[in-house]
């Protein structure tokens, strides 16, 4: 069974980068769907510059013209704090036992995974596919990360393939190139009034001018 793949993110706003990574990823990986799923209220990060509903209005503009990205708003929906955990609790139980799920995230994400809520029990869940940029593997970075992180990606280290045939448990790394563009810049570009042209889709930066997000009051 083809994989789904999830890339949550604060999307502050979504910019090539992201968009590049779920796409890389659903053609390596063979993925049936990416599913973008906007934090609503993050609980590892400064709260987002600008609402739940204007980060995901941009990922909706964003991934229009791609029949197989999809918007998935329960998190950005909810005013209590989301943890990873329960929302992939919640598409286990609304997919099925058997359908295969892959969290995707860069690596930088990947090297912090200890210190999300229950970690040990998201692999139970889900896969997780971690994007790293060809010549810096997450085999040569692994060995800063906290023991049990090591011991995690040690022992669940599996092969493209693996993602299909299985439901959950095991880590694939993917060699993608990383585009160097963050949601940072991208907000401190608009602050100064520079150009953010060919960084983000240009629906994404007409909404951000339209109702005048990142700029300073
Ligand atoms: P910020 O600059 O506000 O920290 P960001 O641009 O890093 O934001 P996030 O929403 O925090 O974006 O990232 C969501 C996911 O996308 C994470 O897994 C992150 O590793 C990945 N990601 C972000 N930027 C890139 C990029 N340029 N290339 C590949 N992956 C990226």
Not at 69 to 84: G, H, M, N, S, W
Not at 188 to 193: L, P
Not at 201 to 210: F, H, M
Request: net charge negative; glycine share 6%; proline share 6%.
């Amino acid at each position: 069974m083809k994989p789904i793949g999830i890339l949550g993110g604060t999307f502050d706003p979504i910019h090539y980068g992201h968009l590049r990574l779920a796409e890389e990823m659903r053609e390596l990986a063979g993925l049936q769907q990416v599913r973008f799923i906007p934090t609503g209220n993050p609980p590892h990060r400064d709260t987002p510059q600008v609402t739940a509903h204007h980060r995901s209005a941009m990922v909706q503009l964003a991934i229009a013209d791609h029949p197989d990205f999809v918007l998935d708003e329960r998190e950005a929906k909810k005013t209590i704090k989301c943890f990873t955990i329960n929302t992939l609790r919640e598409l286990r139980s609304e997919l099925g036992e058997t359908q295969p799920l892959c969290l995707l995230m860069g690596g930088d994400a990947f090297l912090q995974l200890h210190t999300w809520h229950e970690w040990e029990q998201l692999l139970d869940l889900t896969h997780i596919v971690v994007g790293y940029r060809p010549g810096f593997t997450l085999e040569e970075r692994i060995h800063s990360a906290p023991a049990q992180l090591r011991k995690h990606y040690q022992e669940r280290l599996c092969s493209v393939d693996y993602l299909s045939q299985q439901a959950a448990g095991g880590i694939a790394e993917l060699a993608i190139p990383k585009l160097e563009i963050s949601a940072t810049l991208i907000r401190s570009r608009v602050a100064e009034n520079r150009t953010i042209r060919y960084l983000l889709p240009a629906t994404v930066a007409d909404y951000i001018y339209q109702h005048h997000l990142y700029t300073p009051c």
